[in-house]
């Protein structure tokens, strides 16, 4: 496909919402996957450059460290996995062009990455024209399914719905700001939050965007002060988030009288943005470093081993590296690297992931999540408040909610 084309179709998605994919014309593609030797060539795809650089390096690091892992313990299908990794650049028309580079130049049976809701949306008819695979392991605004994307990150019903209902139940919230960057998934995400806002009686007192890598918040940090909401529900991207939280720091607003909850900031974004700029504040996760279980403790210390005592781990590259095991359980179950056996066997594949148990629904090929509520402390660390206390069943067209309406047929 032709990069003109990419850009257009990438483009042309930001203003939508997702719809169901039903149809199957591309599952004629040809595949040049090459399974006859002793290796399986994947693709690693994450911006390593540009303003989400500072979020998705991370999860590069922890696809290898799953890819090292399995080889170590013999492969899938015994067959070494050799990653092909590529920098989409902060870009969608980069994420489709490295896409479709990957898939047939590259002949990798998978695809692994993408953060923004922009990269994936550019990325959707590549593997979809193509018949191939992509994992995508960050939380997103829902509405959308596909037959040739994995989502290992929470769906809207697995993080932004819980985060509403805590705050109204536990922090008898009634009021709302609403700050996002100006693209796909925070304007999607606040449709849904508008929606839930008017069923369960809540204000929303603003709603800003600021443009991917904005540093200048003056303005939507003085009409926050001025607006006084009970919260702020914060869907910025990247190093945005830096500038965001120091401003709010500076201006005098804290947690205590107007809390941030927020669904892009993990461990990573913590450390950058200063733990003394932002403890206190809340997140919405389903996988935080601090969490106290035997698989996440393994997983903490595999990672820093491997990438240094000082790095920390986090919700989406965790989700990557569970992505990771998720394909390689599927494949082995079908016995086959081919796309449409492992499209039939991915039902009901479960993993005991750093998060808790995860299982892959056959029928939107997302998976169950358990969700948490955290608070940053100043030691930089996420630790939870709150939980869902058992795995989430995605629902990712909000179906089950009567207040989603029009949201639900999207």
Not at 103 to 127: E, Y
Not at 130 to 152: D, F, H, M
Not at 214 to 231: G, L, Y
Not at 264 to 287: D, P
């Amino acid at each position: 496909m032709a990069a003109a084309a990419l850009l257009a179709l990438g483009v042309g998605a930001l203003t939508a919402c997702g719809s169901r994919t039903t149809d199957e014309a591309a599952a004629a593609a040809e595949s040049c996957v090459d399974t006859s030797g002793d290796t399986i060539k994947v693709g690693s795809l994450h911006s390593l450059s540009g303003t989400m650089a500072i979020s998705e390096e991370t999860v590069r690091d922890s696809v290898a460290l799953a890819i090292e892992e399995i080889n170590a313990d013999g492969g899938v299908l015994g067959k070494q996995i050799e990653p092909i990794v590529e920098d989409g650049a902060s870009d969608p028309a980069v994420f489709a062009e490295r896409a479709e580079k990957l898939i047939t130049a590259d002949c990798v049976a998978a695809v692994f990455g993408g953060w923004t809701s922009s990269s994936r949306k550019a990325m959707l008819p590549v593997v979809e024209d193509n018949n191939a695979l992509l994992y995508y392991p960050v939380q997103y605004e829902g509405l959308e399914s596909s037959p040739n994307i994995y989502y290992s990150g929470a769906t809207t019903n697995q993080q932004i719905v819980p985060a509403l209902d805590y705050l109204k139940e536990e922090r008898d919230i009634e009021s709302l700001y609403l700050v996002g960057s100006d693209y796909v998934f925070p304007q999607t995400a606040n449709r849904v939050i508008r929606a839930w806002a008017d069923a369960n009686d809540v204000e929303i007192l603003g709603e800003d965007y600021t443009p991917l890598g904005s540093t200048d918040f003056s303005t939507i940090v003085n009409k926050v002060r001025t607006a006084q909401p009970d919260a702020v529900f914060n869907t910025l991207n990247g190093d945005s988030n830096v500038a965001f939280f120091r401003e709010y720091s500076n201006a005098g607003l804290d947690a205590e009288d107007t809390p941030v909850v927020s669904v892009s900031i993990a461990e990573e974004e913590v450390q950058g943005i200063g733990a003394e700029n932002i403890a206190g504040q809340l997140t919405s996760w389903n996988y935080y470093q601090t969490i106290d279980s035997p698989a996440n403790t393994a997983f903490v210390d595999a990672f820093k081993a491997e990438y240094g005592e000082n790095r920390v781990t986090s919700d989406p590259m965790e989700a990557a590296y569970t992505s990771v095991y998720l394909w390689k359980s599927t494949v082995e179950k079908a016995g086959s690297f081919d796309v449409p056996a492992v499209q039939e066997a991915a039902d009901g594949v479960s993993y005991e992931a750093p998060e808790g148990t995860v299982t892959i629904d056959g029928e939107n090929n997302h998976i169950s999540k358990t969700a948490l509520i955290g608070e940053i402390r100043p030691d930089g660390l996420i630790y939870e408040v709150w939980s869902s206390g058992e795995p989430i069943e995605p629902d990712p067209y909000l179906e089950t909610y009567d207040w989603a309406g029009e949201l639900s047929g999207s």
